[in-house]
């Protein structure tokens, strides 16, 4: 049990190392590459001292794959960083960014072509922890609407979506 847990925790550590790395978060990445390899360096000392025994075998690659989903369903409850999201409305859409802009999300609005005419795209920057809020408006509002999100991995502004005081972001640094 001791190895199957082990190896949960691990690997939960490890997929939330691989985020924090590629949003640039350096100190948090450090400290749980450290602790995700300290941890793999005991799950495996155990292994190694009873490969008679097919249980501990058995219990280190599902620790490993169970560790996945742990850290996949811990990454979305955290919600770090943030994310564009691009929504096309072939409806009306009015309701909708007054709706967006009165719950303190920024949004940018252009006219564009469709295939079947025109339409309006609007783009936002956003806390992930504020997806759910903004999707539920979009799809209350107008069902129709397609989008699509994307993480992103720096943002730079004095002014940060979502929020009503001002504040730095993350800046490039050579």
């Known amino acids: 049990m001791l190895i199957f847990f082990a190896r949960i925790v691990d690997q939960s550590i490890g997929i939330l190392r691989i985020i924090f790395a590629t949003r640039g978060m350096k100190l948090l990445s450090f400290l749980f590459g450290f602790f995700e390899s300290l941890i ?3 799950a495996i000392s155990q292994i190694i001292t009873r490969l008679d025994n097919v249980f501990c075998i058995i219990a280190f690659p ?6 996945n989903v742990v850290g996949i369903y811990l990454e979305k409850k955290i ?3 943030y994310v564009i999201v691009r929504v096309i409305f072939q409806k009306p859409s009015d309701q909708v960014i007054r709706l967006l802009r009165k719950s303190g999300f920024r949004i940018t609005l ?3 072509e469709g295939v079947d005419g025109p339409v309006k795209i609007i783009f936002s920057v956003i806390r992930r922890n504020r997806l759910n809020q903004f999707l539920r408006i979009i ?6 609407a397609f989008y699509t999100i994307e993480d992103v991995r720096m943002v730079h502004s004095e002014f940060l ?3 009503k005081r001002m504040m730095r972001a993350n800046s490039v640094r050579k």
């Open 40 to 42: 793999w360096l005991l």
């Open 62 to 67: 599902l620790g490993y794959a169970m560790g």
């Open 79 to 81: 919600s770090v960083g």
């Open 110 to 112: 252009m006219d564009a």
């Open 139 to 144: 799809r209350r509002k107008n069902p129709a």
């Open 161 to 163: 979506a979502g929020n």
